[in-house]
Nanobody, 115 residues
Framework: QVQLVDSGGGLVQPGGSLRLSCAASGSIFSFYAMDWYRQAPGKTREWVAGFTVGGRINYAASVKGRFTISRDSAKNTVYLQMKDLKTEDTAIYYC?????????WGQGTQVTVSS
């Protein structure tokens, strides 16, 4: 059974930083892809950043240059470092992993950017 545990969210002022973590129950290299998504109130869930097979990294245009995705294989954890946060980054952030045709989701972690 694959489990993803999201953590690291919180309340931060505009311009601040946060680092989110996604801890997997097994090797992160067993997944075809691992991504971060977010869902703001009243909006559909949107893709933020992710690793594809081979370790390629992609970012949504809205976060490119401000967010950095990384991984620590020893800890089976994927991170999302967020800087220069804006009020429009407020959302619940979810980790997603794909393997053998299955989609797995973390429980989400709330990020609120407000003064």
């Amino acid at each position: 059974q694959v489990q993803l545990v999201d953590s690291g969210g919180g309340l931060v002022q505009p311009g601040g930083s946060l680092r989110l973590s996604c801890a997997a129950s097994g090797s992160i290299f067993s997944f075809y892809a691992m991504d971060w998504y977010r869902q703001a109130p009243g909006k559909t869930r949107e893709w933020v950043a992710g690793f594809t097979v081979g370790g390629r990294i992609n970012y949504a245009a809205s976060v490119k240059g401000r967010f950095t995705i990384s991984r620590d294989s020893a800890k089976n954890t994927v991170y999302l470092q967020m800087k220069d946060l804006k009020t429009e980054d407020t959302a619940i952030y979810y980790c997603n992993a794909q393997r053998a045709g299955n989609d797995y989701w973390g429980q989400g972690t709330q990020v609120t950017v407000s003064s």
